[in-house]
């Protein structure tokens, strides 16, 4: 697929936020597996985890420092459709940039679902490495949850690698909290 990618600041994300950010969750990773270098999936029962019910994207800017962070956006170039986005962050006091300026943060990757599987997730990803790049980066981290299986897989066939492992991470949910690494 054909795809104009636009970069901006993460101001408006109106537009941004029409992109979904929800899943069937049906498996999770076995964590002590995980660590050992192996992907087992335990199998759940299933249930829709979304992302922007938990926090909205569009609220963004109102909850946190935007201003060095960069919005991408993927369109579709017959038609110029919205199918995906990120969001990356840099120089911002999350404890994942360690106050290191060298450091970016893949802070969000959506694509429709409709659209899912046909390389857009991987020029998004691209993208936000080349963004990182250009602001003299050397790293790209990535924070998702031992029940994303499908965002654990994607980040591993981009090559990151486990950099740590937080089980019971987040308040009142059962999900370990999985950060990976690739330079840039």
Sequence with gaps: MNLRIETGPV???????????????????DISALRRGEFVEI????WLKDYDLLEPIATLDERFDTRFWGRL???????NV????CIVVWKWGSEML?????LA??????????FQSQGIGRQLFAAAMEWARERDCTELRVETQDVNVPALQFYTAMGCRLLSVQELAYVGMDEAKIIFTIPV
């Design 11 to 29: 101001e408006d994300l109106s537009e941004y936020s029409h992109v979904p950010m929800r899943f069937l969750v049906t498996s999770r990773l």
């Design 43 to 46: 199998p759940v029962s299933p």
């Design 73 to 79: 956006m993927a369109y579709r170039t017959e038609n």
């Design 82 to 85: 919205l199918v995906g986005g």
């Design 98 to 102: 360690e106050d290191r300026e060298d």
């Design 105 to 114: 943060i893949l802070w969000d990757i959506r694509v429709r679902s409709e």
